[in-house]
């Protein structure tokens, strides 16, 4: 990512022009995490001027995708001063790209209502005609999504148990209910998603207890399903829109790829968690949001991932899991609590 320092002869000393330099570039560096991945590296500029004898004022621009981010300061002490500007820069671009990162999401929702909206009556069909290799090929393109769900199941409730389980074949059975019980669905196609997801987290919760009385198998169940998890690195483009976007057989992503997890915070609590974030080491933080979400009883972290992972509404997941809403929505803000509470330790 390049800067550059405009007026700097406005600095007498050389010394202390480079002394700014030296900030600006780590200062720099440190954006340049925070974007990374981002479809355009953006210019930093810092603008230098005298406002009296012995102050001055210095100000730190770059644009974003979706806004600009600019702010100034003002003192007598040129490195002081570049430092708060560049740390309130560091809170403004946290905080724009959860912003721009959860536009995202509402985007990809609805462009999948409309998906299914679109293809619905082919599903029927196929159904219909009990055409059903093509029935679960459509309805694959349509929830990717589902196939990462069911490896989160196996992650989340299979610590410890050794069965003889096949991602395949689990994944095989779960499209086989779906087309089954396809004539329960719901009639509203953009209520599909949440019927789908309760039909697959029954399905496995039979497939385990069947697998259960079985012979063991050779390797842990999570370990398994965690293997296949890790295989997934994230990749990124840009769409039509110049929006950064995740190709959509990688959605769903395990909290230590250190991606999404600053979104979580950044949520009731925007201005004053922001202040907090950058304070601290990314990586730093990304693991203690990665060790509470392990420290979870499954089945708050399935409602937990449900709502960040699969952007399921409350009413979505209690559809799901055959909770209340109340119940759904109070498990995600105690997790959400509990984040910031270590969080603020760190502080």
């Not at 806004?67 to 430092?83: T, W």
Request: charge should be negative; proline fraction near 2%.
């Amino acid at each position: 990512m390049k800067y550059i320092i405009h007026r700097k002869e406005l600095l007498e000393s050389e010394g202390v022009r480079q002394k700014l330099e030296k900030i600006a570039a780590e200062k720099v560096k440190k954006i340049e995490k925070l974007l990374k991945g981002y479809p355009k590296s953006p210019l930093v500029e810092i603008f230098i001027s005298k406002i009296s004898r012995d102050s001055y004022r210095m100000a730190v621009s770059l644009k974003l995708k979706s806004r600009l981010v600019y702010v100034d300061e003002k003192g007598r002490d040129p490195e002081d001063i570049l430092k708060k500007a560049f740390d309130k820069v560091l809170t403004e671009v946290k905080k724009t790209r959860a912003r721009e990162r959860k536009e995202y999401y509402y985007k990809r929702k609805n462009r999948r209502a409309e998906d299914f909206t679109r293809y619905a009556y082919k599903l029927d069909e196929y159904y219909e005609e009990k055409e059903r290799e093509q029935f679960e090929q459509l309805l694959g393109q349509l929830l990717p999504h589902i196939r990462n769900y069911v490896l989160r199941y196996m992650k989340l409730y299979g610590k410890g148990k050794h069965l003889v389980l096949d991602i395949k074949d689990v994944m095989d059975e779960v499209m086989s209910e779906l087309y089954n019980r396809y004539e329960e669905r719901p009639k509203n196609p953009a209520n599909i998603s949440a019927w789908c997801y309760k039909i697959a987290y029954r399905t496995m919760q039979k497939i385990f207890a069947d697998k259960s009385e079985e012979s063991s198998g050779d390797m842990d169940v999570a370990k398994l399903a965690r293997k296949e998890l890790d295989v997934m690195n994230e990749r990124y483009t840009v769409d039509g829109d110049g929006d950064y976007i995740m190709f959509e057989e990688l959605d769903d992503i395990s909290y230590r790829n250190y991606k999404f997890s600053d979104e979580i915070v950044l949520n009731e609590n925007l201005e004053e968690d922001a202040e907090v974030l950058h304070e601290i080491e990314d990586r730093e933080f990304h693991d203690l949001v990665a060790d509470v979400l392990e420290g979870l009883p499954a089945e708050q972290r399935q409602v937990f991932e449900h709502y960040w992972l699969d952007e399921m509404t409350e009413e979505e997941i209690a559809e799901a899991t055959g909770k209340s809403k109340a119940e759904i929505a109070a498990l995600i803000r105690e997790t959400g609590s509990r984040i910031r509470e270590e969080l603020e330790k760190l502080h």
